[in-house]
């Protein structure tokens, strides 16, 4: 799949320990100051030490003076000091310290408030997901959160072009396999720096399609210490459709879910008016993967210069393919109802959604879940065509990476705007990794009686 990736801006998940013991505040202060007075008045002893101190500071009195000497005076169960003769108050201790020690015998230990430490919250599970495609690397790391949502930790996405050429040679390319390794090679350390339960990594088709693509996959184990596995086409289109499980509305009967990846691209075909599922993945009635994506496409018709004709040619290519698609009509009972529409996951889509936003820089949460209508698709499809090349290097939403891949994808759209007319498209920001992440975390059994928590 071939997708925008922001990247995220979430931090990283770190374990609420316990909390540190706050020192006594000035209530506490006063609660001990209090409690210690109340001891020594109701002790007989203390009485004594007090007639015996004042025994003593008058035969003191009556002694000739020699130095200044302090002159204490109780009031009310606290010593005040008096000025000596030069009026400077000598410097007395704290009035907690002072009141709370008798003038004889072992000192007074002060009661203390206490409070409770709060028990560390539990750790959160890390999961991960990584997808190594025609055209991009992608990785995902997330920890659960509400029931059947997750929320990102840590990702990274780079456009490798790893299927570059592969149409015409039927090989990776070394130039190419460089440039996956090298972004691999990220996607390794990332994982190596965090505590992950569980993680899956997949390769689609380019390492699917080329004679050489088990043994690229053995470079990518000895160099980037990565255990990537092929996955097929079937899988590939039940992962996309787990992905976009929350896009899916209560009320929709039907959905054509498709993913224009780089080297081929998935359809599956989903009926919901029955009872639903939690997992859409089990609402999928026919499905089909086109040997056909936005690279190998426009290496076929070209896409630096596209003309209308070109365009039109690549569209009927495609159609022919969707032809002899045996399960195509699976939907054709909801077909006609509003709440029927399509959804798609790639970077076609998302690229017409920023497009039709007029945004100066991609926003995937302006751009995922985006609702367009038929009227809105059909007018940026028809602006991309009537922009050359470096026009559509200069919109921001597209950029010098796919502008030479667009109008093929837009043209993989057009062939399934045919085939199953829709008045709305959902667009998703979003696809095989989220799939992979959803179903991870359900088969660990995270949210089960989560009862609504957060992450």
């Given at each position: 799949?071939?997708?925008?990736?922001?990247?995220?801006?979430?931090?990283?998940?770190?374990?609420?320990?316990?909390?540190?013991?706050?020192?006594?505040?000035?209530?506490?202060?006063?609660?001990?100051?209090?409690?210690?007075?109340?001891?020594?008045?109701?002790?007989?002893?203390?009485a004594n030490q007090r007639q015996t101190g004042a025994s003593q500071a008058d035969q003191q009195g009556d002694q000739p003076k020699g130095k200044t000497r302090k002159r204490r005076k109780r009031r009310r169960g606290r010593k005040v000091f008096a000025r000596d003769d030069s009026g400077a108050?000598?410097?007395?201790?704290?009035?907690?310290?002072?009141?709370?020690?008798?003038?004889?015998?072992?000192?007074?230990?002060?009661?203390?408030?206490?409070?409770?430490?709060?028990?560390?919250?539990?750790?959160?599970?890390?999961?991960?997901?990584?997808?190594?495609?025609?055209?991009?690397?992608?990785?995902l790391v997330a920890v659960p959160g509400r029931h059947g949502q997750f929320r990102v930790i840590d990702a990274f996405s780079r456009i490798v072009r790893l299927g570059e050429g592969l149409t015409a040679s039927g090989r990776l390319s070394q130039a190419a396999m460089d440039r996956a390794v090298?972004?691999?090679?990220?996607?390794?350390?990332?994982?190596?720096?965090?505590?992950?339960?569980?993680?899956?990594?997949?390769?689609?088709?380019?390492?699917?399609?080329?004679?050489?693509?088990?043994?690229?996959?053995?470079?990518?184990?000895?160099?980037?210490?990565?255990?990537?596995?092929?996955?097929?086409?079937?899988?590939?289109?039940?992962?996309?459709?787990?992905?976009?499980?929350?896009?899916?509305?209560?009320?929709?009967?039907?959905?054509?879910?498709?993913?224009?990846?780089?080297?081929?691209?998935?359809?599956?075909?989903?009926?919901?008016?029955?009872?639903?599922?939690?997992?859409?993945?089990?609402?999928?009635?026919?499905?089909?993967?086109?040997?056909?994506?936005?690279?190998?496409?426009?290496?076929?018709?070209?896409?630096?210069?596209?003309?209308?004709?070109?365009?039109?040619?690549?569209?009927?290519?495609?159609?022919?393919?969707?032809?002899?698609?045996?399960?195509?009509?699976?939907?054709?009972?909801?077909?006609?109802?509003?709440?029927?529409?399509?959804?798609?996951?790639?970077?076609?889509?998302?690229?017409?959604?920023?497009?039709?936003?007029?945004?100066?820089?991609?926003?995937?949460?302006?751009?995922?879940?985006?609702?367009?209508?038929?009227?809105?698709?059909?007018?940026?499809?028809?602006?991309?065509?009537?922009?050359?090349?470096?026009?559509?290097?200069?919109?921001?939403?597209?950029?010098?990476?796919?502008?030479?891949?667009?109008?093929?994808?837009?043209?993989?759209?057009?062939?399934?705007?045919?085939?199953?007319?829709?008045?709305?498209?959902?667009?998703?920001?979003?696809?095989?990794?989220?799939?992979?992440?959803?179903?991870?975390?359900?088969?660990?059994?995270?949210?089960?009686?989560?009862?609504?928590?957060?992450?």
């Amino acid at each position: 799949m071939e997708d925008h990736d922001t990247g995220a801006g979430a931090s990283a998940v770190g374990m609420s320990g316990a909390l540190p013991t706050q020192s006594a505040g000035p209530h506490t202060a006063r609660f001990s100051r209090h409690a210690g007075a109340h001891q020594r008045h109701a002790d007989p002893r203390h009485a004594n030490q007090r007639q015996t101190g004042a025994s003593q500071a008058d035969q003191q009195g009556d002694q000739p003076k020699g130095k200044t000497r302090k002159r204490r005076k109780r009031r009310r169960g606290r010593k005040v000091f008096a000025r000596d003769d030069s009026g400077a108050l000598p410097h007395a201790a704290p009035a907690a310290t002072a009141a709370s020690q008798p003038q004889s015998g072992p000192p007074q230990v002060e009661p203390r408030l206490s409070i409770p430490q709060r028990p560390p919250q539990q750790e959160l599970p890390v999961f991960a997901a990584l997808d190594l495609g025609t055209n991009n690397c992608r990785l995902l790391v997330a920890v659960p959160g509400r029931h059947g949502q997750f929320r990102v930790i840590d990702a990274f996405s780079r456009i490798v072009r790893l299927g570059e050429g592969l149409t015409a040679s039927g090989r990776l390319s070394q130039a190419a396999m460089d440039r996956a390794v090298e972004a691999l090679k990220i996607c390794g350390e990332k994982l190596r720096n965090r505590k992950i339960r569980k993680a899956r990594l997949i390769a689609t088709e380019a390492c699917r399609s080329a004679a050489n693509g088990v043994e690229f996959l053995d470079r990518v184990e000895r160099e980037a210490g990565l255990k990537l596995e092929i996955i097929d086409r079937q899988t590939e289109a039940r992962l996309a459709v787990s992905g976009c499980g929350s896009l899916v509305e209560r009320d929709t009967q039907g959905v054509v879910l498709f993913d224009i990846g780089g080297g081929s691209s998935e359809i599956a075909l989903i009926d919901l008016t029955g009872r639903r599922s939690p997992r859409l993945a089990n609402h999928i009635v026919s499905w089909t993967s086109l040997p056909v994506g936005v690279v190998s496409l426009a290496e076929r018709f070209g896409g630096r210069t596209v003309t209308r004709e070109t365009f039109a040619a690549m569209v009927d290519d495609v159609a022919t393919r969707l032809k002899v698609f045996d399960g195509r009509d699976r939907l054709a009972h909801v077909l006609a109802s509003p709440n029927f529409h399509l959804l798609g996951t790639s970077g076609t889509v998302t690229t017409l959604a920023g497009v039709h936003l007029d945004l100066e820089r991609y926003d995937r949460r302006r751009v995922d879940g985006l609702w367009m209508d038929r009227d809105s698709v059909d007018r940026m499809i028809e602006r991309l065509i009537g922009w050359d090349f470096q026009q559509r290097c200069a919109n921001p939403c597209i950029g010098a990476d796919r502008a030479d891949l667009v109008l093929a994808g837009c043209a993989i759209l057009e062939a399934i705007r045919g085939v199953w007319p829709s008045e709305r498209l959902r667009v998703a920001d979003r696809g095989l990794r989220e799939g992979i992440l959803s179903e991870l975390m359900a088969d660990d059994g995270v949210w089960r009686g989560d009862g609504g928590r957060r992450a």
